[in-house]
Nanobody
């Protein structure tokens, strides 16, 4: 059964931090790249970060570069998104996703499995 479960969202003040987790079943995690996307109310879903299967390659949206860090633990079938220096404009539902590929991808069409999402709200 395909399963991606995000956790770690919540309400935080601007400047604060959150760590999102994405727990996957083995067949949705190995040997695929993982990505994080987000969707704010009234806006289209956008790419946030991606990490290759090996973890050796990462890519970030310009809006989060230097503030967010994506990582993965292949032994635990879990991906993470560490979010620091959060801003009100980071408020969105965050989704993790499994790519069709082992290398990093930024387009949502390059991803085959999606989690249900976790809400992140940053107050000013």
């Amino acid at each position: 059964q395909v399963q991606l479960v995000e956790s770690g969202g919540g309400l935080v003040q601007a400047g604060g931090s959150l760590r999102l987790s994405c727990a996957a079943s083995e067949r949705t995690f190995i040997p695929y790249a993982m990505g994080w996307f987000r969707q704010a109310p009234g806006k289209e879903r956008e790419f946030v970060a991606a990490i290759s299967w090996s973890g050796g390659s990462t890519r970030y949206a310009d809006s989060v570069k230097g503030r967010f860090t994506i990582s993965r633990d292949n032994a635990k079938n879990t991906a993470y998104l560490q979010m620091n220096s959060l801003k009100p404009e980071d408020t969105a539902v965050y989704y993790c996703a499994t790519s069709y590929y082992s290398g990093v991808r930024t387009g949502s069409n390059d991803y085959k499995y999606w989690g249900q999402g976790t809400q992140v709200t940053v107050s000013s």
